[in-house]
């Protein structure tokens, strides 16, 4: 199999270094919080039953999945519904500093392998779970990105009236495993103070009520709901796609009093820098039902090229209106370290992006491919104190692969 390394590892050592993660997860929620933590330095171990984690054999929009949240991982292959597959997954637990799971609720109470169960054999293991709802009438529920999504707010606001509308990424899942990693990180710190660890919960619902928390503020601070994105009253005069020459698209806004007159002066509009019905932002927000449309047609002349230049030379905003797939080209992002090379499932090797941020001036990088189903299960199981004739044993009664 082949391996890439993505980029040069920080110079100082990786801030969860020595951390060890056991994670019980599949689809994006559980796996996002295990990339995290991975990417910043911890070892974390995936548990997977025999034929390897469902989301590897994904079509369609799930086709990414697997390779895109699990990076920097070991995976180990266990039948957890064999008492044999239970006891090793415990001595796994057992070693733990954090363990992690996304499953429905009541499935790792049935397999022994619950928070309560963890607590008894481990009480400074950290145990996250990710779940569609915190504790509340709805924590039975069966819970999915686009269904906390409708139930939540977000996507009425992100659509238009009357036409609910997913947001185009798995916001709350991924959202839902960065805030299973913070609770982690901060379980972590509550126990070098107490010695003990916790469990910490994370929840679609109620990320993403926090996501639409602005939109419900918006009601408390003026009496009046707030309208979907497409139809909503903007807070700023020109902040909106305008299509131009040859059917070109690109986003552009002017946010202030300066950028206003920056934006005249560029672009030759005299007469509406001059003009006091436009004076502030407040005032070309109020008149945006006619200036839109002049602008629209005064800027219909120009080449997305040439406004995304005057915009840049006069330190506006603009943006292409980008496709996923064109990102993987783009400059900025390839000079300044954004992408690592992961492993897919077919074995070829593919740009990925890394985390968005950078420790001491680099970006965490992969320091391990996602993991081949059960690679690993070895030498974890020897770790754990399996002979080689053990091991032997489990594999002939299909308790472990790999």
Not at 29 to 48: F, N, Q, R, S
Not at 65 to 85: H, M, V, W, Y
Not at 293 to 300: F, G, H, N, Q, T
Request: glycine share 10%; hydrophobic share 45%; charged share 20%.
């Amino acid at each position: 199999m082949t391996t890439s390394p993505a980029s040069a590892p920080p110079a100082n050592p990786l801030p969860y270094a020595g951390v060890r993660v056991v994670e019980f997860t599949h689809m994006v929620m559980g796996p996002t919080c295990g990339l995290l933590l991975g990417d910043l330095g911890a070892e974390v171990i995936k548990v997977e039953p025999l034929e390897g984690d469902a989301t590897r054999r994904l079509l369609g929009s799930g086709a990414g999945f697997f390779p895109t949240f699990n990076r920097n991982k070991k995976s180990i292959a266990l039948d957890l519904k064999q008492p044999e597959g239970r006891e090793a997954a415990l001595r796994l637990v057992a070693t733990a500093d954090i363990v992690s799971e996304n499953f429905k609720p009541g499935t790792m109470a049935k397999l022994g392998l619950d928070y309560a169960s963890v607590r008894k054999l481990n009480p400074r293991a950290i145990y996250v779970s990710h779940k569609g709802f915190l504790p509340g009438p709805y924590e039975d529920r069966t819970a999915l990105d686009e269904v906390v999504q409708m139930m939540g707010g977000l996507a009425y606001m992100t659509g238009r009236a009357g036409d609910p509308l997913r947001a185009g990424t798995s916001v709350n899942d991924i959202m839902g495993g960065m805030f299973g990693a913070i609770g982690a990180m901060a379980a972590l710190r509550q126990r070098e103070q107490t010695g003990e660890g916790c469990e910490v919960q994370s929840a679609l619902f109620e990320n993403n009520v926090f996501l639409v928390a602005q939109h419900m503020m918006q009601f408390a601070a003026t009496g009046r709901a707030a309208d979907p994105m497409p139809s909503r009253i903007s807070a700023w005069g020109i902040y909106d796609v305008f299509t131009v020459k040859d059917g070109e698209q690109i986003f552009l806004a002017v946010v202030s009093d300066k950028q206003w007159s920056a934006f005249c002066r560029a672009f030759d509009l005299p007469d509406l820098l001059a003009d006091p019905r436009l004076a502030t932002n407040n005032d070309r927000v109020l008149a945006r039902h006619w200036l839109l449309p002049l602008l629209r047609s005064e800027l219909a002349g120009h080449s997305a090229a040439e406004l995304a230049a005057g915009f840049e030379a006069n330190e506006l905003p603009f943006a292409p209106i980008a496709k996923p797939q064109q990102l993987f080209d783009d400059p900025h992002l390839n000079a300044s370290g954004g992408f690592g090379q992961v492993r897919m499932n077919d074995g070829q090797l593919s740009k990925v992006p890394l985390l968005p941020l950078t420790l001491g001036g680099q970006r965490p990088g992969i320091r391990l491919q996602p993991p081949v189903a059960g690679e690993h299960s070895e030498a974890l199981l020897r770790e754990l104190g399996y002979g080689a004739d053990e091991i032997a044993a489990l594999r002939a009664r299909r308790v472990t692969a790999g």
